[in-house]
């Protein structure tokens, strides 16, 4: 199996020295804010900086980078410790459980027990950085935080995030193997979208070929499940499926996302079901046109307005006009996200695109009452840009 | 379909009346507490009072639920305003979509939108409720909401969940439904896993099972994936899978739920892969025991408290000590969480248990080196409890 044929220990997915240029990356841009300790609840960046996995994010567990303690400490649900063992890089010391009354409690919070911590380690004075945008991280642990520390407690925003949007070359196979997924989950999804078949049983079926992957490496839950927009619902992008079937002569759209260790690879298609109308076809050759044009542009020195740009002036030409960003920073992701909040491809980003990074270049077109979505998932090389995954750029029909 | 034949809307599991309640109720606990504007970013609760559901959860949204107003307003991604309109019961002008400029940026932020809609509708000095420690309700955006309006920002904690925990006979159908699906997806896990069988494998088709549901339902994706310790990390509760196989003389734990229409019914069994040691079978014994004991205890008038006393005294006269929760109150749920937060089985809850709660019975024992959990979904009836699943309540072995 690739998870034990790459480094000594079983259960992380990167070899130990990976996980220290990264903690070691992350401390640099720490110190260049001034920060003491970052502190990070966001299960990506926990599995960044540790290797730690488990779903046992629905309950509040942490990261706590300190400037002069060589591995981070992982703060989690005492239940959680042995996972913290299997799961992580991180030294035993570094493993602190905090006792199941803190958990969903009303009388007592786990940022309190974490504000002891940082008491008893004489930290409370220090500067402390946190992403007060995050998901796992709520409006009451910020103000707890706040209320029981003497120091300054800093919104470092996406600092670690920034971190993470250049991949490793490890990273990247990882997401190439991700994207070996996607393209089998796809061509899974549109062999079985049917006149008559429930959405539901197609979607059984890709959530097993995502997880099963390939017989040479296995897949992994995506942190987003499969959007199957179609008929009366083809303009809605976010919908999931109902046990209600496809319908002949409607716009089917199927967004995936394959997943290795957590790292994604989207892929996007548009089906027809029948002979697609020429307004269609026509729509659907000006956004292939478009992602190619786009995509030729993405290369390291760009901008992500550029490539926003790029895309934005084909389209243009043919009279279509799309309001949202046309792609974003893709990586290792747990619900609800598979992006990085980083970059994003639109007219204010002034990101300078640098090689391996991964992006999800998402130019979703959404017309009055149909659509067309037809994704990539794009690594930066040192020349250009290049598509991980292989299933055919066009739209589909049958 | 069960979808379609509920009610005259096709995309809602709920008639507009079931609706109507929920938010009449909602209004008169907001009344108690004298809040004038409930504003709701978890997306179960959005769900709840609107029927809203798609996977657009990772950007910010909201319902805000305003006493003076029929409806609530939903205010989300202008891109989602289809999805809205599919999806939910509110009428048109109701729905409130912002601008993609708003979307993970770092110039602007959803929260300063509600503010300048709260401002425009007058509400800017209104008593606003919130649920601080919600996953969907960051740091950023309770200091946002603070520093924008001009009343009280008040921590109204769970006061909506604490209208989700009592069922409508509607929803305990769905879960019912829900309970159908785990049973099935159950044996399918137990019937597949074998030494040499890769874990990716099991939960591949452990997925497929819950997503595509019965012939007459479908199912829907679990806000939990299925958790599954085994061997070495059999120890760790929340370890899902990996693409390494399943090992004899083990134990491997399968936790997993049924969902319809994001309706859950939790189930958990444990396989010995062999004959099981005679500690492990005596330690599963004491735990259906103790499981028995607890069930019978679960009656309205009953205290949460009391249940876990009823299960810690069987396990306790068998020297067996578990510190952690042994069950908490679930129903409608998004990622990352099935539980909702409010009742939970242990020494401190005193809160009264009311018929059609339904709870999450979860004793799960974890010793040095290898665990154990069986678990049951419950409803409180009018004179005690029933399990809603019926696989057989026992350690399994094969």
């Known amino acids: 199996m690739a998870t034990t044929q790459l480094n000594g220990t079983p259960y992380t997915p990167f070899p130990e020295d990976e996980y220290r240029q990264r903690v070691a990356r992350t401390r640099e841009k720490m110190l260049e804010q001034g920060i003491d300790v970052l502190l990070a609840c966001d299960p990506a960046s926990i599995n960044y900086l540790s290797g730690y996995d488990g779903y046992s994010f629905y309950v509040h567990q942490s990261i706590m980078l300190i400037q002069e303690v060589e591995w981070p400490l992982w703060v989690g649900r005492a239940q959680d410790l042995n996972g913290a063992r299997f799961t992580s890089v991180l030294p035993e010391a570094n493993l602190i459980g905090y006792p199941d009354e803190f958990v969903q409690s009303t009388e007592q919070h786990p940022m309190e027990f974490i504000c002891t911590l940082l008491r008893e380690r004489g930290l409370h004075k220090a500067s402390i950085g946190v992403d007060a945008d995050n998901y796992y991280f709520s409006g009451k642990s910020l103000g707890i935080l706040r209320a029981q520390t003497e120091g300054k407690v800093v919104d470092v925003g996406l600092l670690l995030n920034r971190v993470r949007t250049v991949k490793s070359l490890r990273e990247i196979a990882y997401i190439e193997q991700a994207a070996q997924i996607s393209d089998l989950t796809m061509q899974q999804a549109i062999d079985m979208v049917e006149p008559g078949v429930r959405q539901c049983d197609v979607a059984a079926e890709i959530l097993k070929t995502q997880v099963a992957g390939t017989a040479e490496f296995g897949g992994d839950y995506p942190a987003i499940m499969p959007l199957m927009p179609s008929g009366p619902t083809a303009t809605c992008p976010h919908v999931t499926w109902r046990d209600i079937p496809f319908q002949a002569e409607t716009v089917s759209v199927v967004e995936i996302s394959g997943v290795r260790h957590h790292y994604h690879a989207p892929l996007t298609r548009t089906l027809y079901l029948g002979t697609p109308p020429s307004e269609i076809r026509r729509t659907a050759d000006v956004v292939v046109e478009g992602i190619d044009r786009a995509l030729s542009s993405a290369a390291p020195g760009a901008l992500a307005r ?59 077109i959404w017309m009055e009452d ?26 589909l029909s049958k």
Chains 1, 2 share one sequence.
């Not at 926003?308 to 747990?334: D, P």
Request: charged share 20%; proline share 6%; hydrophobic share 35%.
């Open 306 to 364: 550029d490539v926003h740009a790029a895309w934005n002036t084909v389209i243009n030409r043919h009279g279509i006009y799309k309001e949202s960003r046309c792609g974003y920073s893709i990586g290792l992701g747990y619900p609800p996200d598979w992006g990085e909040h980083t970059v994003s491809l639109r007219a204010g980003d002034e990101t300078v695109l640098e090689p391996n990074m991964t992006i999800h270049f998402m130019p979703g």
């Open 370 to 395: 149909w659509g067309i979505s037809i994704s990539e998932t794009i690594r930066i090389t040192e020349e250009g840009s290049v598509a991980l995954c292989g299933f055919p750029r066009q739209l």
